[in-house]
């Protein structure tokens, strides 16, 4: 049996991605080993979000060459797919697969040197077929795939083409299956999740189809992921605020606090359209977790932009934020903009930024001691006999349990917190 190891970067679509191709080359006979063993193939499925993901992609390349120099190496994946050249110059790899072709990997694997297909040409005419996988006691369903909205910043839409998304029957046969297989909470996931449902033959929305799985009442809990913050209607909101299955949790790629770069990224938003929307989302769930996604030093941003951002973040009660010091990624606007960031000051502002988050992490936790979450657990540590799980508001929860707790939600009191998780009372004590 031929052996093949398979390592991912970057967001949940290239870990569906992974999977699916995990379950195809099994299928065709491989046996699939950990990345970390001798193997006789070696697939790197790339991310090329930021300079940073790049070059952790070719470290990927360079430590497989070592771990077996006889083997057969190949780069799939979003950098793969828009840097192509960049990636053959690599001695160490022998073939470059674009995203597209993970559909046939069994195929191209062992007979094709190149192989990249024009990603811009899958369009709305070949819906996306339904995938899932499952990290502990959560399944993540891929209902939407690509973008069409070409931020100034963001080499996405080059790397994923134009947006697509899944038929909401085949959605809900997905949601059924994996109910029925017992887990407890979906996650719903895309490229751009405000997207879903226009470019069907029949059009819908996210909002709609939210609606529609919340109605059957499959899952004990659905979540929503990243969704544009001027694409969170108000219905949504409303939707979520009145569910008991749906997750009070949103996850808002803002960016900037800065009108002024917010419109150079060609954000369709204001800083104020974003307070107000964070003000009617905390109304409507007064315990809903909110994270951002914040860019620093996005080209021409001044002290003043800068502070504007800060001003913002400080302001809302904002429960996380990611912070991405700006990347430039060849070919897109932003990359032929004057006014590129020193690299010292754009550090200095991630700095910042991550400070302010670890407060504002904090700030948020604390407002639960003392409070019941409901905790789906998916871990245990057999050795200090305690679970680890994570609550409906997206909150990671520590407390002293037992095995048989596992993929059970409970109810578990907080008595405090470490600054990043929180930590609970055993549920049996505290029901006592
Ligand atoms: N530089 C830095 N961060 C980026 N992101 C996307 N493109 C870039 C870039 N060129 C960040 C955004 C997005 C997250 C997934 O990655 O914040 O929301
Ligand atoms: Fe990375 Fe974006 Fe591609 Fe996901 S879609 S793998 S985050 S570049």
Sequence with gaps: MKRVAISTLGCKTNQFESAAMIEQLQAAGYLVVPFTEPSDIYIVNSCTVTARTDAETRRLIRRARRLNPASRIIATGCYAQVAPGELEKMPELDSVLGNQEKQNISELLETSEYSVSD???????????????????????????????????????????????????????????????????????????????????????????????????????????????????????????????????????????????LHRMGRPYSAAFFRD??????????????????????????????????????????????????????????????????????????????????????QFLDRFTEVTLNVLVHGYNDKTNECKGLSRNYISVCFPGEKAFLKEELSVLVTGSNGTIALGRSPVMADK
Excluded: W
């Excluded at 991405?324 to 010292?344: N, V």
């Design 119 to 261: 990603i811009a040409a899958i369009n709305q005419a070949e819906p996306l077929k339904l995938t899932s996988f499952a990290e502990h006691t959560r399944a993540f369903l891929q209902i939407q795939n690509g973008c069409n909205s070409f931020c100034a910043y963001c080499i996405v839409p080059y790397a994923r083409g134009r947006s697509r998304s899944v038929r909401p029957d085949d959605i809900m046969m997905g949601v059924r299956d994996l109910a029925a297989n017992g887990f407890k909470e979906i996650v719903l996931t895309g490229i751009h999740l405000g997207g879903y449902g226009l470019d069907l033959h029949l059009p819908t929305t996210l909002t709609d189809l939210v609606r529609q799985i919340n109605a059957e009442s499959l899952v004990p809990r659905l979540r929503i992921g990243s969704v544009e913050p001027n694409e969170v209607s108000q219905e949504l909101l409303d939707l979520m605020a009145g569910s008991e299955n749906i997750c009070p949790h949103l996850h808002l790629p803002l960016q900037s606090g800065s009108d002024s770069v």
């Design 277 to 362: 929307l964070v003000g009617r989302a905390t109304a409507a769930m007064p315990h809903i977790f909110i994270g951002a996604d914040i860019i620093v030093g996005f080209p021409g941003e001044t002290e003043e932009e800068f502070d504007e951002t800060v001003q913002l973040i400080e302001e809302l009660p904002l429960s996380d934020l990611h912070v991405f010091p700006y990347s430039s990624r060849p070919g897109t606007k932003a990359a032929g903009m004057p006014g590129h960031i020193a690299d010292r000051v754009v550090t200095e502002r991630a700095a910042r930024v991550r400070n302010i988050a670890a407060m504002k992490k904090k």
